[in-house]
């Protein structure tokens, strides 16, 4: 199946849903660059998720940095040369400054946002993952990552409130929204070509993918 209309594709959603692997999966199916998140770059994770209080404005603004740099890269690529494949959409890194800075906080991110934030190019098209917060909780326990081992539940929880709510206002690109919650398209082949065959058929701006247990 030809995905050829696709240059650069995003793939998004709460920790624990998949994107990564499904990210990866694409790209080697289709040749493709990736752009992938390096959460275990960032010293100030592990310390995060024991205190967030303390350790979000660190953590954010080295996401914000570390980010700024990617997409700058990403800029500079010829798009109409190459495909790039990514988990995770630049705009989306507010969504994390907002559900974990205080006030004070939110508002230095901000200015140093609109100072330094290059223009990201839009993606041809965003699969926005989504899952259950209990199958969100399964996944992150079972993949064992060291600096995911104190999230809390309730955490996970309010990060995919947040995902909903971001992602029920962005337009700036056609999105495929897909339940996760009983596919598994990194290991299994009939799963990730239903999901080849679903993109393929996308015609409108906002199209859902579902499938029943």
């Known amino acids: 199946m030809s995905l050829s209309k696709y240059r650069y594709i995003v ?8 994107k990564t692997s499904l990210a990866k999966r694409l790209a080697e199916y289709w040749g493709a660059d990736t752009l992938l998140e390096k959460p275990q770059e960032n010293p100030f994770l592990t310390r995060f998720y024991e205190d967030a209080e303390r350790y979000a404005l ?3 603004l080295f996401f914000l940095f570390q980010r700024i740099n990617e997409v700058r890269d990403l800029n500079q690529m010829d798009m109409f040369q190459s495909r790039t494949v990514s988990d995770y959409l630049f705009e989306k890194d507010a969504l994390f400054a907002r559900l974990n ?4 906080e939110y508002q230095l991110y901000q200015s140093i946002y609109q100072r330094l934030a290059p223009q990201a190019p839009t993606p041809d098209l965003v699969i926005y993952l989504q899952a259950s917060t209990e199958a969100l909780i399964s996944r992150v326990r079972r993949r064992g990552h060291r600096h995911e081992r104190t999230i809390q539940d309730d955490y996970l929880s309010k990060l995919a409130d947040s995902y909903g709510e971001f ?4 337009a700036e690109a056609p999105v495929l929204v897909v339940n996760s919650e009983n596919l598994n398209f990194a290991d ?3 799963d ?17 993918f579902n499938v029943a247990e």
């Open 101 to 104: 800075l205080s006030e004070d």
């Open 192 to 208: 990730f070509k239903l999901l080849l065959d679903r993109i393929g058929r996308m015609r409108g701006q906002r199209e859902y």
């Open 11 to 18: 793939v998004e959603g709460p920790i624990g849903v998949g």
């Open 58 to 60: 660190q953590t954010q």
């Open 167 to 170: 992602f029920h206002h962005y």
């Open 188 to 190: 299994n082949e009939a």
